[in-house]
């Protein structure tokens, strides 16, 4: 069985895609078949991406090339905007990122491409604007909506993860999908998950009893049990005591991701939670970590089918 990886613009796969393969996979990627393509026509590869955009057949050669490589090849990580449409029997990944992040890569460079912004709130607004213009291509040419995280097996986000993390938790739920396909499962960072309650209300409810019965395990980054979160302006929230002191729990054992069974977003959901102040959040962030940020994260990703 293969594995598909794409993802929101600045995700990083490229990087993701580089630790699974010192993990003995094979990786293939879209630009490495282009190259071939272009080999065969006898064309630089700027001659093919020019003929590309006037010849849809070429495209079609990419897409019909990566189906045949799906059937040949076995322990292989796709790396490519649409291999989880065309490599058939995958275990379909997309990489989520939020919007602020992505633009930090870029514009630092990490993750820059061909693209250079003269600040970052350009950057945020030239990947937002690629999105939309692919997600209308992609629906147009194939009939598809590549930012339906129902589309894949495993969503999981980036934006505080390093490549080699989320390497670790993508190779953990191929074997477990091997054993077992499940739904599309949903996993977030754990320390961005949005606190609604005052850390000191937590403290007075014995926090640290809590905390004792999340289990450190070196080798799962994920929490123990998953999460029900509210999505409002942009964070997910965590709007339960429970959930909070699962949260806090699972970060002080270690943890990187947190699977989410639910995402409300619903207005009576949303009226209940409670925004705090930043000096709140801050609190959160210097005693376990979490994310402190107040501006608007945002992501490209749809959920509304999912839960």
């Excluded at 999460?227 to 964070?235: A, E, L, P």
Aim: with cysteine; glycine share 6%.
């Amino acid at each position: 069985m293969n594995i598909t990886i794409t993802g929101n613009l600045g995700s990083g796969k490229s990087s993701v895609c580089k630790e699974l393969q010192k993990s003995g996979f094979t990786i293939i990627s879209a630009g490495d078949i282009f190259r071939e393509i272009a080999a065969e026509k006898g064309m630089t590869v700027l001659e093919l991406n020019e003929a590309a955009k006037k010849d849809r057949s070429i495209d079609d050669l990419l897409d019909q090339r990566s189906t045949k490589l799906g059937k040949e090849m076995d322990h292989t990580v796709f790396d490519s905007r649409l291999a989880w449409h065309f490599v058939d029997n995958s275990f379909k990944v997309f990489l989520l990122v939020d919007t602020q992040e992505a633009a930090r890569r870029v514009f630092d460079g990490a993750d820059r491409g061909a693209e250079s912004y003269q600040d970052m709130e350009k950057a945020r607004a030239g990947l937002e604007e690629r999105a939309r213009l692919e997600q209308e291509r992609f629906r147009m040419l194939y009939g598809i909506d590549y930012y339906d995280v129902c589309n894949y097996d495993l969503v999981i986000e980036s934006s505080c993860a390093s490549p080699y993390q989320i390497a670790q938790e993508i190779q953990r739920n191929f074997e477990l999908y091997q054993q077992q396909p499940f739904p599309t499962k949903v996993e977030l960072n754990l320390r961005r998950l949005h606190p609604s309650v005052p850390l000191a209300d937590l403290e007075k409810r014995g926090l640290d009893t809590q905390m004792r019965q999340e289990p450190e395990s070196g080798q799962t980054l994920c929490a123990a049990e998953s999460f029900s979160v509210t999505r409002k302006g942009g964070y997910f929230y965590l709007s339960e005591d429970a959930e909070h002191e699962r949260a806090i729990a699972a970060a002080a054992a270690g943890k990187v991701f947190a699977q989410v069974r639910e995402i409300r977003a619903d207005e009576k959901a949303q009226k209940q939670i409670r925004e705090l102040p930043q000096s709140e959040a801050e609190k959160y962030a210097q005693a376990y970590g979490f994310d402190e940020r107040v501006r608007e994260p945002g992501y490209m990703a749809d959920f509304s089918r999912i839960f």
